[in-house]
């Protein structure tokens, strides 16, 4: 079975304790500077998550009223606590068929959660649907694995230990959709014919390697892959993703090089 869109219990912690500030935080940043240049009133946020990009996008919009869903209620139930708000609200939703009224928002948002609609063309042509003509939907993709390097080293050293899909699961799905030409062709599918696609880097820091190590293993869904194909090697899998991480290690902490397509359509 396939775990990809699984973030719960203690997963959803780890992966707001230890992920969302290793990989997640930085591109909320520049998100947030983004969309505050378009002047958004009401916005929607698809795969919202832990609500990373929800606060930052708050923090910058104060006065937009702002909807953020993902599929996952622990999740949410976490993003709920870091952002309290009358001009914010949390609700589960399918990006893929959502609720909203046509022409209902000037911007819809959506940071590293595409990767995982199993119709990326049915989730654009619904962010298409819901937005007001001159909208924007903004997206984060993960740009090719070999320009992410924590994140190869960990996934290919899990790999090693445990041969089969867990050591493959970032290859798998999050970082499998990085070709621009075919996240254009699937936002041209959808409706949308103004395409912008840029590469924005950044850098991924922890404390340490074993820190960036717990994120990457144990607070995503690579940790459910483990765990029912190798019961009991949990543990040991974290291991073997802080050896071949102990490269990144610097005199104050840990530091990787990561990079992201940066998508904004306009309606």
């Known amino acids: 079975m396939v775990h990809d869109s699984i973030f719960s219990g203690s997963v959803a912690e780890t992966y707001d304790r230890h992920m969302v500030p290793l990989v997640f935080a930085p591109y909320a940043e520049e998100v947030a500077r983004r969309c505050a240049a378009f002047m958004p009133g ?4 698809t795969a919202a998550g832990t609500g990373i990009v929800t606060q930052a996008l ?36 399918d990006a893929q068929e959502l609720r909203f009224a ?8 959506c940071q590293f959660g595409v990767m995982f609609f199993p119709d990326k063309v049915r989730a654009n042509a619904e ?3 819901v937005l007001r003509d ?30 089969g899909e867990a050591g ?24 949308f014919g103004q395409i912008e696609i840029e590469a924005v880097e950044r ?9 960036a190590a717990i994120a990457l293993v144990q607070g995503t869904p690579m940790r459910a892959d483990i765990e029912e194909v190798a019961p009991g090697q949990l543990q040991a899998a974290t ?5 071949a991480l102990r490269q990144y290690e610097v005199p104050d902490g840990f530091d990787a090089p990561m990079s992201a397509h940066l998508v904004i359509a306009a309606k």
């Open 58 to 93: 708050h923090h910058k919009l104060p006065d937009a009223e702002i909807i953020a869903t993902d599929l996952n209620q622990p999740m949410l139930d976490v993003a709920a606590q870091r952002v309290r708000s009358d001009k914010v609200s949390f609700e589960v939703a």
């Open 203 to 211: 850098r991924s820091r922890a404390a340490s390697a074993g820190d």
């Open 102 to 109: 046509d022409e209902s928002f000037d911007l819809v948002v």
């Open 127 to 129: 962010a298409r649907r």
């Open 134 to 163: 001159g909208g924007r939907y903004l997206l984060v993709i993960w740009d090719h694995i070999e320009r992410n390097l924590a994140t190869m080293s960990a996934g290919r050293a899990v790999a090693e230990l445990i041969p």
């Open 42 to 45: 009401h916005v929607v946020e």
């Open 239 to 243: 291991d073997a993703a802080e050896a």
């Open 168 to 191: 493959r699961f970032y290859e798998r799905v999050p970082f499998r959709y990085h070709d621009r030409s075919l996240i254009e062709a699937d936002l041209m599918a959808a409706g």
